[in-house]
Nanobody, 116 residues
């Protein structure tokens, strides 16, 4: 199995920036897709951004041009740089990973709050 540990998040004013990081441990040799999802109060969990081992990215339309996902395969980490944050970005952000030998795996979640 794989374990995911997130860091980062917090409170930021609208227009500000935050960075989330996630480190994977365990059977990392079989990691395929890593990325981020988020869940706001009263809403379903939604995709934010993912990246394949080969570098192919997928972004939600709502974050394109503002968020950037990056990945270090050697260190088994994935990060999310979030710029120009808006109040509607407020949510719990979850690191995600899967692979041919790994079921969908989630981190513990990191709170991101965008408010004055």
């Amino acid at each position: 199995q794989v374990q995911l540990v997130e860091s980062g998040g917090g409170l930021v004013q609208p227009g500000g920036s935050l960075r989330l990081s996630c480190a994977a441990s365990g059977r990392t040799f079989s990691l395929s897709v890593m990325g981020w999802y988020r869940q706001a109060p009263g809403k379903e969990r939604e995709l934010v951004a993912t990246m394949s081992r080969g570098g192919t990215t997928n972004y939600a339309d709502s974050v394109k041009g503002r968020f950037t996902i990056s990945r270090d395969n050697a260190k088994n980490t994935v990060s999310l740089q979030m710029n120009s944050l808006k109040p509607e970005d407020t949510a719990v952000y979850y690191c995600y990973a899967n692979g041919p030998l790994i079921p969908a795996t989630w981190g513990q979640g990191a709170q991101v709050t965008v408010s004055l």
